[in-house]
């Protein structure tokens, strides 16, 4: 293992620099998925929804733009309530609900948290414009920290929103842990609303993370240029390559970058070689199945309540409950 140094770089350069570089270093190498999203990460990944094979978000679009009356019924409750969401991106899902909420005059305020600071500034910039009345506060950073912080912020209930089936980014003992964390700063009466990709035609789920156009190869491949860019990095992209597998069984979609010829890159001061084929394990995005969305309810405290599908049913909004 090599030195980590973080020199005069802020917490979160610091974090960044850190984790990338004990990931690199372990064997087999990884990378965190969060860090796929700078400003030039948030704009690829817009290109992704807009991609014919990317069905995930024309489906929850589906549900937020169908039934978002259906969905404010169940959360408005008696109360004034804060909603939080988890990786908001651009909300252009979940402003139908906050104009659904809004139509109804209800008290309550929304807190949008992403690792991006970009899109946190855009949507405190933005979102006003369209909802004039909307109570807005973007909290930037990972999930749980800003969760934690954003519950300190009022004594009012609370109902987490957490879309875009970005659960499936975690493999399943994180998944437990992650919704262990988030039900023990719950408390009694509020609600997660839970986006899950449900389990389909294996062909499918790979087009869509392994499109014809080369999109989602962009993806993996801009957080080495991330990498180059803030952490003094010098990767060359064109040493690797991106590979999707899915395994039907599991439901566990992952994404590799697969080093094409034994060479050397450097961090900083930090050397990290690679040697030809060797891989670099990207991301999951796990599929689900109905009843594994129910153990996973069951198991983490939650009561499950209703489910939401898209016209397809390829995708569910789940709501939990804690009683």
Partial sequence: MYPITTGNLTTVESLFLTETLAGLQACPKFMHAKYFYDERGDYIFQQIMEMDEYYLTNAEMNIFSNQAEQIAELIKGDTPFDLIELGAGDATKSIHLLRVLGKHNLEFSYLPIDISAHVISDLEDNLPKELPELDIKGLNGDYLHMLQKGITLSNRRKVVLFMGAN?????????????????????????????????????????????????????????????????????????????????????????YLISLKDHIVHIGAVTIPFVKDEYIYMEISQKYSLEDIERLASRSGFQYEHNFFDVNRYFVDAVWTVS
């Fill in 167 to 255: 659960i499936g980014n975690m493999d399943q003992a994180e998944v437990q842990t992650f919704l262990g964390s988030v039900r023990k700063l719950l408390a009694k009466g509020d609600m997660l609303i839970i986006g899950f990709d449900l389990k389909k035609n294996p062909k499918q789920i790979l087009a869509a993370y392994n499109d014809s156009k080369g999109i989602t190869s962009a993806f993996n491949l801009n957080l080495l240029e991330r990498i180059n860019k803030e952490l003094g990095g010098d990767f060359e992209l064109e040493n690797f390559e991106h590979y999707v597998s899915y395994d039907p069984e599991s439901g566990a979609c992952k994404s």
